[in-house]
DNA sequence: CAACGAGAGTTAAACGATTAAATCCATGTA
DNA sequence: TACATGGATTTAATCGTTTAACTCTCGTTG
């Protein structure tokens, strides 16, 4: 592959004038100009980017650091990072953490997540890459877990606890609150929720926005409404088996998200009420079992793409040396109505 | 961040020598050796791989191209992949097409198409990777339709004529040949077929699979048994309609992937029958909605990871040397029973 | 004892760009 | 005529490695 040494061998200049015509930085005459890019067409020349990023100290690689590629959200994150990234010259590094694969246990074995998430950003450093973004699932995970890296690094999806750090998260509380909302305003006054683990801080999130919801309509919320899963299809079967089973059942479930919402769907069938004429159910995430459900789930769909559009907003704002000042920047949901709630 | 040069001078040795011990390549004494290692340590030293690359004119980094990162088996390819090139030291430097968000009709704009996936394909190559792996859906967009690139080059999922490649492929004729077998050990002797989009080379081989499976049996396909869809959820709902109303209807339909036959239950309920009493129903491809749909949808499992492993695999050969023999690798895949079929 | 070889280490030239500083040369001006 | 001005171009150092070729020092051997 020919170099700038042949080109400027071939159009009778310096290496240096074929670099000035290429970069445009310094006055070059149209003749010499002309010559120059003629010899490039000819060769089909292109510049070397390994032996610029080390002469500049800069790689134009963003490295991407993911749980798990193939979970739900990842993927649809990364395309939006992507799709910044490229409008501005910038690659993609993914380093695939495969978490899940390695883990057996979702939500223990801390310490040992945390080397693996140590050694996923040692591997993007050694790569030189310009910035990170870490697509965390579990904010859990990223709270002072890993040791601080040199590169600017930017969290997408869970928020980061750390201070200086910058994160763009989607909006739990409010969306919590906007859907229990829609239940109230279609006449529901004993709303239930099925949370999710207990220690994960979307839940109690989501939990919040829940309560505000029902304090702000006068409503009360007897202990017993509050159920805690465990974000899996079971636990949304059995805690809803619980929940028909009180004295004054529920008209309305909440399910923190749509696998739970789906064993709710379960249960509630087994039970032999339809939904939404019995019972009306939402969910949230907007996975895709919320369009093969019957009938439709109404859910949150989180702004995926939007996440990671921001995110990589945010990492080249402040490769490009301006100041970063947030914290922790929460992108809005949106509220998909499809037909598992009915006016009580 | 320290250099060679200031591990060289820490240690009170060459810079070669520093080289030496960390290529272990060369005799270096067990006294320098600590020496060395210990400034290392103390410094944090790490290898400038940007550097390394210049010199040694190989970056370590695999190129992979996809479509659309979001599409469904691409995320378990990518997986496998990542999998196969860590445990080899390499890297993945993605490049997302987002062929889908550009182009509005699926199957037409193959000139446009090839656009894209040239500058997708440049853009790997100026960023110097050792190889590239490019993620197909389709194979009549990789047919002759792009640049031959001077990079060592494997195609994964879909397959390319192009005889000189490599490519890395799932087994349509036979799966289609077993899952016909399967609802034939069952008893059908009038079974349906909605295939796909007619000029897809899958729905070729889908379709010659089950016509071998028919044959061998000694079973007769009248001609309108078989249906042409769209791989869409409407035409699935359309040609079973068109089906029921047969003169001697279908007891068994296989449609050609899982959105098709989820199409096919609408129908199938909307004709009043029920599923797998009236009629049985397979799908292909083991989407998400397979498992969502009621009754269990049974179909055919893709070894998506596993075609990721093998392309990854056989791109790493051929970058040892090693000659690559085989044009065309096609993996089996895997029969997933649900409850949609049943004896008849 | 001269010759040789092996082991340990160094020198210096790459790899392919960027860029500050120097040089060259044609103008314009006092 | 002498000199400043400034555009066009070149020189050469630099980025951080790798590695062929070289040097030096011992120890072995005929």
Redesign the interface.
């Known amino acids: 592959?020919a170099t700038m040494k042949e080109i400027a061998a071939l159009s009778g200049v310096s290496v240096a004038t074929v670099s000035h015509v290429l970069s445009g930085k310094k006055n070059v005459s149209k003749a010499t100009c002309d010559r120059v890019m003629e010899a490039i067409e000819l060769t089909n020349y292109?510049?070397?980017?390994?032996?610029k990023?080390?002469r500049m100290n800069k790689?134009h690689?963003i490295g991407?650091l993911v749980e798990?590629?193939?979970g739900l959200p990842?993927?649809?994150i990364?395309?939006g990072i992507?799709?910044c990234l490229?409008e501005s010259g910038y690659?993609?590094?993914?380093?695939?953490l495969?978490l899940l694969q390695k883990l057996y246990n979702r939500y223990e074995q801390l310490s040992q997540c945390a080397n693996i998430v140590n050694s996923g950003l040692q591997?993007l450093?050694?790569?030189?890459v310009d910035g990170i973004i870490y697509v965390a699932m579990h904010d859990r995970r990223i709270d002072g877990m890993h040791q601080p890296v040199?590169i600017p690094l930017v969290y997408a999806y869970a928020e980061s606890n750390d201070p200086g750090s910058v994160s763009v998260t989607y909006d739990n509380d409010n969306s919590a609150y906007e859907i229990t909302r829609l239940l109230i305003a279609q006449g529901h006054r004993h709303i239930a929720l099925i949370a999710g683990h207990a220690n994960s801080s979307a839940a109690s999130r989501r939990l919040y926005g829940y309560r505000q919801a029902m304090d702000e309509a006068g409503l009360n919320v007897p202990q017993e409404y509050i159920r805690w899963g465990d974000w899996e299809y079971h636990s949304g079967e059995e805690q809803t088996d619980a929940l028909l089973s009180l004295t004054i059942p529920p008209t309305a479930i909440f399910a923190m998200n749509d696998p739970m919402a789906?064993g709710c769907y379960a249960a509630i069938k087994r039970h032999g009420l339809t939904i939404p004429q019995d019972v009306s159910v939402v969910g949230f995430d907007n996975q895709?079992?919320a369009s093969?459900?019957?009938p439709g789930l109404t859910t949150v769909a989180l702004p995926n793409k939007e996440i990671g559009l921001t995110a990589a907003q945010q990492l080249l704002q402040r490769l490009q040396g301006q100041a970063v000042t947030a914290a922790n920047i929460t992108l809005p949901c949106r509220i998909i109505e499809r037909e598992s709630t009915r006016k009580q």
């Open positions: 592959m292109k510049l070397n980017t390994i032996a990023s080390l790689t690689i991407v798990d590629i193939c990842v993927a649809e990364v395309d992507n799709q490229e690659q993609v590094l993914l380093s695939n495969r591997l450093e050694d790569a030189r040199s789906a895709e079992i093969c459900l019957f």
